[in-house]
């Protein structure tokens, strides 16, 4: 019985707790203000500054044509000889390159992956991918390396312009998946010892081109 009353006495308190408006306890924090500072420096140094800290590799092209010498050294001195590459306008971007005769269809045994991307996150050093991208869901997790080709104008500074970025592409959906990579596949859930290269790629690069496509 007293069980019972105690109950019913929690049940009135929510009933009432229910008809009554309570006051938001911090106002402030509702609305669409940003939690962090503004952006003290310019985007590409403070990306570069965080993508480099998270063990990611960058990259500041001037053009194309700049873009195409520092892939090519990159892939000589990798030694690589499979590249996957399923974006029509990347390899028109990538044309004056000395490895096109590296591309392979195959996804599963390449040495690694050059996919364009949604976004850049400056204050994370985040690079933001969706399925709606030309490349899908799968050539930025799945091969053992992935390079990034970027532009100056894809660069925002938070999280949630990044997110305005992608649904102003089609205000009417936003794609079914929408990831942020954040330096290459990392965990330490094993003894504690932070092992690289076990969700998705072991080395991710940044490639960013000054101006847009």
Known sequence: MHVSSSKEIILKKIRKA???STPLPFPQSEG???LFQPASKELEIQFAEEFTRLQGKF???LNATELCI???TLFTEKCWTKIYCNEPALKRLLSGGAFENLYTSGLADCDASITSCDGLVARTGSVVLSAASPSGRTASVYAPVHLCIAFTHQLVYDIKDALQQVKSKDPRQLPS???FATGPSRTADIEKTLVTGVHGPKEAYVFLVEGSA
Request: net charge negative.
């Open 18 to 20: 229910l008809t009554e």
């Open 32 to 34: 669409t203000n940003s």
């Open 59 to 61: 990259a500041f092209c």
């Open 70 to 72: 520092q892939l090519t």
């Open 177 to 179: 998946l929408i990831s």
